[in-house]
């Protein structure tokens, strides 16, 4: 790991290896929601996002491999607090509002990461490093559709709670 960051190629290195850190939390994460909710259907669909997660962590250790460099463990505190909020509200929740609470944790962890590909894709694309881009955006496309499909099941589930007048 790097103590400095001295070069943009460092820096994208650096923060490649942050998102195989978000990424095999987010696999971890995902099995528990899918054990705690209590829709079928977000059963299935974290499920598959976990089978989608196994991918993006091996196009992000190909990503490293097309750099000739082995993959880096940094940190990745972001994903850490969002785990740590997302565990105290489902903790706190009854279950007449757990899946809303699950969803609006997946929703949270889904923004941040597009956000994370979004700037590695910049920096990939900056540093002409198609093969990077390619494999990148399969993962920018998994998380932006299962932003899409945790947004549906959340505002049906809103619609559908006592007490909401839409
Ligand atoms: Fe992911
Ligand atoms: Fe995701």
Known sequence: ???????????FDYQLGAALTMERNVLEMLGDLEER?????????FHHHADETRQ????????FRALGEEPDDSPCPAIQ?????AKANIKKADDS??????????????HHEIAVYESLI???????RQRV????????????????EVRQHARRLAQSMPGTTA
């Open 1 to 11: 790991m790097f103590e400095r960051l001295n070069t943009p190629q460092e820096l």
């Open 37 to 45: 909710t209590r829709s079928d259907e977000l059963r299935r669909q």
């Open 56 to 63: 993006q962590i091996g196009n992000i250790e190909e990503s």
């Open 81 to 85: 607090g969002l785990e740590k909020e």
């Open 97 to 110: 509002v757990l899946d809303a609470v699950i969803l609006a944790g997946a929703a949270e962890t889904e």
């Open 122 to 128: 910049g920096q990939a694309q900056a540093m002409g």
């Open 133 to 148: 881009v390619d494999l990148l955006s399969q993962n920018l496309e998994q998380e932006q559709h299962t932003l899409d």
